[in-house]
């Protein structure tokens, strides 16, 4: 059996930079066990499966697909650069004729769309609450932040599993991206199950060099296989509820600055969701032999 496969980068417009996603489209199902399969063998943060609902359904013509995400390791409720490379691949590359694609998914339906030369995903809005410091986070955090750097600010998501950190004022952009960070070790730290992904967040800077963003993040999910993960949707959509919060905007710039770095635009939306866009490259085309 022959299953088409993409790499695509999402979240810039450039190959080599932001983050990468393999997309599989199944013409038929596969063996539940293949998805794992493909996915450790494609050693990515993500490897999508779009699916079709129904026999009749069309690459080409269809509005509605089914969508699953799996690490090299597990399969994740919600994966915001996969889906963006799911929508490039209809739009782009099977020519797609709808304006608005609807993906199912574990996180329920997300919808996708064309802006110009970006895509914009709509994506659930998970908010944040303060979060008491206990002795595992601690511990955790000493190994994430070598040199013990300030905390300005410690936020949990219970929808997501994900523990926001925001690093002193103090700190700019160039501070977040010299940080060394071993993330393999959080794995002995945090074995409660309680945490399954690490934000590391700055306030943008009004002036100098990086002017521009609002802020500025770095996500690691050794939890899920993943020790650093380039460019994360899914971590924006908790980091959007914050700093909309913290700096009393709903229309925002990001930038996650790991070692291949990607842009967001980010608009809160009135119906508790929010969109977030960006631009994709293409940068593989072939067929996996089953």
Same mark, same amino acid.
């Given at each position: 059996?022959q299953?088409p496969?993409? /790499?695509? #980068?999402?979240f /810039?417009?450039?190959?080599f !930079?932001?983050?990468?996603?393999a997309?599989c489209?199944?013409?038929?199902d596969?063996?539940?066990d293949?998805?794992?399969?493909?996915a450790t063998?494609?050693?990515?943060?993500?490897?999508?499966?779009?699916?079709k609902l129904h026999p009749? #359904?069309d690459?080409?013509?269809s509005s509605c697909? @089914?969508?699953r995400w799996?690490?090299?390791?597990n399969?994740?409720?919600?994966? *915001? =650069?996969?889906t963006l490379a !799911? $929508?490039? +691949?209809?739009?782009?590359v099977?020519?797609?004729?709808? !304006? +608005?694609?609807?993906?199912v998914?574990l996180s @329920?339906?997300?919808k996708?769309r064309q802006?110009?030369?970006?895509i +914009?995903? #709509?994506?659930p809005l998970?908010?944040?609450y303060?979060?008491?410091?206990f002795?595992c986070v601690?511990?955790?955090?000493?190994?994430a932040a070598? *040199? *013990?750097?300030?905390?300005?600010?410690?936020?949990?998501?219970?929808?997501?599993k994900?523990?926001?950190?925001?690093?002193?004022?103090?700190?700019?952009?160039?501070?977040?991206?010299k940080?060394? +960070?071993?993330a393999?070790?959080?794995?002995?730290a945090?074995?409660?199950?309680?945490?399954?992904?690490?934000?590391?967040?700055?306030?943008?800077n009004?002036?100098?060099?990086?002017? @521009?963003?609002?802020?500025?993040s770095?996500y690691f999910?050794?939890?899920?296989?993943?020790?650093?993960?380039?460019v994360?949707?899914?971590? =924006?959509?908790?980091?959007s509820?914050?700093?909309?919060e913290?700096? *009393?905007k709903?229309?925002?710039?990001?930038?996650?600055?790991s070692?291949?770095g990607?842009?967001?635009?980010? !608009?809160?939306?009135?119906?508790?969701?929010? #969109?977030?866009?960006?631009?994709? $490259?293409?940068?593989?085309? @072939?067929?996996?032999?089953?």
């Open positions: 059996m299953v496969i993409f /790499t695509v #980068d999402a /810039t417009n450039r190959p !930079s932001g983050n990468p996603a997309v489209l199944l013409e038929n596969l063996d539940e293949l998805h794992q399969k493909i063998e494609m050693n990515l943060s993500e490897t999508a499966f779009i699916r009749e #359904d690459f080409t013509k697909f @089914g969508l799996f690490t090299p390791a399969e994740v409720p919600l994966c *915001g =650069h996969a !799911s $929508a490039a +691949v209809l739009f782009h099977q020519k797609n004729t709808n !304006s +608005v694609l609807t993906f998914t @329920g339906e997300l996708a802006v110009e030369d970006h +914009v995903l #709509d994506l998970y908010i944040t303060p979060q008491v410091i002795l601690l511990y955790l955090f000493h190994q070598v *040199g *013990g750097m300030i905390v300005q600010d410690l936020r949990y998501s219970p929808d997501t994900k523990l926001l950190v925001r690093l002193s004022d103090a700190y700019d952009r160039s501070v977040l991206e940080l060394q +960070v071993s393999q070790s959080f794995l002995s945090e074995k409660t199950g309680k945490v399954k992904g690490l934000i590391l967040t700055v306030k943008g009004s002036s100098g060099k990086h002017k @521009g963003h609002d802020f500025y770095r999910a050794p939890w899920y296989g993943i020790l650093e993960d380039p994360t949707g899914s971590a =924006h959509a908790v980091l509820s914050y700093w909309s913290q700096l *009393g709903k229309e925002m710039l990001a930038f996650q600055c070692r291949r990607g842009e967001l635009k980010i !608009s809160l939306r009135n119906d508790g969701r929010v #969109d977030i866009a960006g631009q994709i $490259a293409i940068v593989l085309k @072939g067929n996996l032999t089953l």
